[in-house]
């Protein structure tokens, strides 16, 4: 089976009261590695969901480096004016939704 190529990993969700997402804590590809984790916003993040990266839910596996255990892709859903970020397969609610993904 193919591997999935991808420009980062979620690894943990912050929301706001709204139930929007407020920050993310991802590994961003750069080059053959990956980052150190790195804080995005809500609006970073959808800037690069909206330039075509692909972000997926996952973990790093321990003492393995750039290797990770990956789950769903993160999609955006709604209107182009109120973009919603999603997890695939979630249920279409009217708020942000990374199923799965630990709050911290």
Known sequence: MA???YDGVVEAVRYSPEGRVALVRVYERRGPTFSDRI???REQ???RLNR???WVIG???PFMGGTFETGPQVQLAGSKDD???VTAGSNGSQRDELRDVPVF
């Open 3 to 5: 591997r999935i190529k």
């Open 45 to 47: 993040l959808l800037e």
């Open 52 to 54: 075509g990266e692909k």
């Open 39 to 41: 804080l995005l916003s």
């Open 59 to 61: 973990q790093r596996q």
């Open 83 to 85: 973009p919603l970020i």
